[in-house]
């Protein structure tokens, strides 16, 4: 009998030996140990010797089972340590690799102008506000004192939507911003709403979709000096000039009352533009005060509120800025304009780090 236990563990550890697998390992420990396993039948067989037999044979097939069953536990351990070993090799990462030499995309410009508005206007005491660009004949046009039939709507070259009767365009002009801060909150109020207008027009200075930015104050006693003292300010910032002068000159405007053009005074050195001084104008924006209508179709009482409002093209102030020339090239997806004129995504415009140039 106890020969049969040595030809065991020699036929198991050969066996464990060879297992290459957890599930094979698994295997010989069934076999050897297992309900039916070969030395657990010799541990069965104990209850039919005779007494001196079992006490001399037992204790062999008692050490026997151990031997096999730490075997089984250490081949188990060698194997998961190589299977770990395998998988961190296999999964292994190069810390120490570098970086793709350069980033991928940039910030287009006019992203990236307005970023710089926000910050401006932030530091002036201006939250951001925004709209649909879907909007309802209401807010672009009928709130904003254009009513139908008004000629005013022929300045604008609508797209309009559906034609479902639901009166829907694409905005022409950021101004129907005004009319949703008007109607959604209370004033004071002192907003810019950036962002995309479009309208059927396309040539060398117009693209159907563009980009202005509308600003609105809302107070009791606002006036016309506030209006050109933040706007001058808030081209000495933009473009790093101190020496701006601005020119308002009367216009028209259906949503403002008195309205002005606003130029700003430059100069043309050597065939490039100079922002500053006063030997040229260029012109900027448009302005004035809230008209009182527009006040009252938001259903504020125009005698106890009174504002202003700017409308300003944003990709104007990028190509004025930046020195590009044609409209159209911000809208091409050129990667290699996009490469000479895009910005670093971690490059942030901040008014102490400098607002870009
Ligand atoms: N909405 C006008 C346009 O697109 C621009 C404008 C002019 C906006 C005067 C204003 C303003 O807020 O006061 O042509």
Redesign the pocket.
């Known amino acids: 009998m106890s020969e049969d236990a040595d030809a065991l563990r020699a036929r198991f550890l050969a066996e464990l030996d060879r297992a290459e697998t957890a599930e094979a390992v698994e295997a010989v420990r069934v076999a050897a140990l297992g309900k039916s396993g070969a030395v657990t039948a010799l541990l069965k067989s104990l209850g039919g010797l005779a007494p001196d037999e079992r006490i001399r044979v037992a204790p062999v097939f008692q050490a026997l089972r151990d031997a096999l069953a730490n075997a089984v536990e250490q081949k188990k351990g060698v194997l998961a340590a190589a299977a770990l070993e395998a998988r961190l090799a296999a999964e292994r990462l190069d810390m120490s690799l570098p970086v793709p030499p350069e980033p991928l995309g940039s910030i287009h410009p006019i992203s990236r102008v307005m970023d710089e508005l926000a910050e401006i206007f932030a530091d002036l005491g201006f939250a951001v506000a925004e709209g649909p660009e879907i909007e309802d004949d209401w807010h672009n046009f009928t709130a904003l004192n254009i009513p139908p039939e008004h000629p005013a709507r022929a300045?604008?070259d609508t797209f309009y939507i559906g034609g479902d009767g639901a009166g829907r365009v694409l905005r022409?002009?950021?101004?129907p911003v005004?009319i949703r801060t008007m109607t959604g909150g209370r004033p004071p109020i002192r907003i810019i709403a950036p962002g995309r207008?479009y309208r059927s027009d396309s040539d060398a200075t117009h693209t159907p979709m563009f980009h202005?930015v509308?600003?609105?104050v809302i107070d009791r006693d606002t006036h016309m000096g506030q209006l050109r003292w933040t706007l001058e300010t808030f081209v000495k910032a933009f473009f790093g000039v101190d020496d701006v002068v601005l020119r308002l000159r009367p216009s028209f405007?259906p949503?403002?009352e008195p309205?002005v053009e606003v130029d700003v005074g430059c100069s043309w050195e050597g065939g490039r533009l100079q922002i500053g001084g006063s030997g040229s104008w260029l012109e900027i924006?448009?302005?004035?005060m809230?008209h009182p209508k527009v006040i009252a179709n938001c259903g504020l009482d125009p005698a106890a509120w009174q504002g202003?409002?700017?409308?300003?093209g944003i990709d104007r102030l990028a190509m004025l800025k930046y020195g590009m020339t044609d409209l159209r090239a911000f809208f091409d997806a050129d990667l290699r304009w996009l490469r000479h004129h895009g910005f670093g995504a971690l490059d942030v415009p901040t008014l102490s780090g400098g607002i870009g140039a």
């Open positions: 300045m604008h022409t002009h950021t101004s005004q207008v202005q509308e600003g609105l405007f949503f403002t309205s924006l448009g302005a004035g809230v202003f409002a700017f409308g300003c």
